[in-house]
């Protein structure tokens, strides 16, 4: 059976908080997901009892997916990024506005309409936020990209994804120029307060954690 919205958000949320090898906290997910932790705690459990199980889960030790839970992450997360991608190509939208109706759209879509949204999409390996989407067998490709908070001056690189949905810092990052497939160069860091300045085509730009921790890029050897 097809898991419940709110079982699909659950495991969309601990797989985004896992992605760096580390189990995700009930405070953590309480705060991603607006709820209160008892309520967490009560959902992990419920996923930890399911047959198969679809997370692990140990008491102030944290949570993370099984097999079947990351593969149920995977579909949803696929749906989403598929649709994103649907909406921008096909229907017009920006790329500050899809989040949200993906959000919507990605619980109740099919498995064959996803197949036509992707096929009638050429396949796309990445979101417009060049994200990258899951295949069809619901795998993720091998993220090798690097946050620009980690370059210093004079390196270049190319802009592959933004992690961010936040329509109002997209619209910032976008009137900057900084978006995927965009070249740029660092001209000079800054010890103090980590913030980078940054060149993009004719414009130069200081930016800071909160930006430069949210683009990652493909570095120019």
């Known amino acids: 059976m097809k898991p419940s919205t709110s079982i699909q958000d659950y495991l969309k949320r601990i797989y985004e908080l896992t992605e760096n090898g580390l189990p995700a ?27 198969p199980a679809l997370v692990e889960y140990q008491k ?7 097999s079947a839970g990351k593969r149920a992450a995977l579909e949803v ?22 989040h949200e109706e993906a959000e919507r759209l990605e619980h109740v879509i099919s498995e ?17 936020h060049g ?3 899951p295949t069809a067998d619901l795998k993720m490709p091998v993220d090798d990209t690097t946050p620009l908070s980690s370059l210093r001056a004079s390196q270049s690189a190319t802009i592959q ?23 740029i160069e660092v001209i000079e860091y800054s010890e103090f307060d980590n913030n980078l300045t940054v060149k993009v085509g004719r414009k130069v730009n200081v930016l800071g954690l909160n930006i430069t921790t949210k683009i990652f890029v493909e570095i120019q050897k």
């Open 25 to 51: 906290s009930t405070n953590d997910l309480a705060r991603e997901l607006n709820v209160r932790p008892a309520s967490v705690t009560g959902m992990i459990q419920k996923l930890a009892a399911e047959k």
């Open 161 to 183: 994804r933004v992690v961010a949905a936040d329509p109002n810092l997209l619209r910032h990052l976008d009137s900057l120029g900084l978006t995927p497939g965009i070249q």
């Open 131 to 133: 994200e990258l989407i």
């Open 112 to 128: 064959d309409f996803e197949r036509r949204i992707a096929a009638a999409l050429g396949n796309p390996t990445r979101d417009p």
């Open 77 to 98: 997360i696929r749906h989403h990024r598929l649709l994103e991608a649907w909406l921008v190509q096909t229907l017009g939208y920006s790329w500050d506005e899809v």
């Open 60 to 66: 102030h030790q944290g949570v993370t997916l099984t």
